[in-house]
T-cell receptor, first 113, second 116 residues
Framework: DQQVKQNSPSLSVQEGRISILNCDYT??????FLWYKKYPAEGPTFLIS?????DKNEDGRFTVFLNKSAKHLSLHIVPSQPGDSAVYFC????????????FGTGTRLKVLA | DVKVTQSSRYLVKRTGEKVFLECVQD?????MFWYRQDPGLGLRLIYF???????EKGDIPEGYSVSREKKERFSLILESASTNQTSMYLC???????????????FGAGSRLTVL
């Protein structure tokens, strides 16, 4: 049973436009969410996080939105740059539990110059 | 700067061989994790540890074991490698004790294992 889902395997966006990556989860106990970016042959790098007590968190070009009632979060990248082309993973955790994160299957973003 | 180091970037092994993947972190993190990444399947948790000599099964522990004898080191062991264990293996660490960066996983660069 996939508790964290990224239903879009790939996304293409023009440089300068907004990229929106989506993530859905099923476990209402999840209270902390992370987004990671991964280039080929490298480890994932942390982008941005959000706690369930918030509905938005912003860091530069990256904004994460959380809709708890819909069990949905999204990552917005504005403006998109060619260097943003990578695979993006969302991850969820129950922080009072066993400290482990469940990851989605990833979305491959391609930013076209 | 937080650093997680995986000893081998690329390995090629034969079916039935015993394989050791080593991971060391230098930030005194309590938690350490082993994931594998496969196309279309994302990152799947194999094992994790929240303290020295403690280990917990993740979602896909079959065919793997782990060892955590020291806080900074977490080893993944494939007792008898099989072709379906060909994958990218990712080690990560985190702290749950608060402060900046708490509850964020820091990953190593990954170990690409090919089993022939």
């Amino acid at each position: 049973d996939q508790q964290v889902k990224q239903n879009s395997p790939s996304l293409s966006v023009q440089e300068g436009r907004i990229s929106i990556l989506n993530c859905d989860y099923t476990n209402s106990m999840f209270d902390y969410f992370l987004w990671y970016k991964k280039y080929p042959a490298e480890g994932p790098t942390f982008l941005i996080s959000i706690s369930s007590i918030k509905d938005k968190n912003e860091d530069g070009r990256f904004t994460v939105f959380l809709n708890k009632s819909a069990k949905h979060l999204s990552l917005h990248i504005v403006p998109s740059q060619p260097g943003d082309s990578a695979v993006y993973f969302c991850a969820a955790s129950v922080t009072s539990g066993t400290y482990k994160y469940i990851f989605g299957t990833g979305t491959r973003l391609k930013v076209l110059a | 700067d937080v650093k997680v180091t995986q000893s081998s970037r690329y390995l090629v092994k034969r079916t039935g061989e015993k394989v050791f993947l080593e991971c060391v972190q230098d930030m005194d993190h309590e938690n350490m994790f082993w994931y594998r990444q496969d196309p279309g399947l994302g990152l799947r948790l194999i094992y994790f540890s929240y303290d020295v000599k403690m280990k917990e099964k993740g979602d896909i522990p079959e065919g793997y074991s782990v060892s955590r004898e020291k806080k900074e080191r977490f080893s993944l062991i494939l007792e008898s490698a099989s072709t379906n264990q060909t994958s990218m293996y990712l080690c990560a660490s985190s702290s749950h004790l608060g402060g900046a960066g708490a509850n964020v996983l820091t990953f190593g660069a990954g170990s690409r294992l090919t089993v022939l």
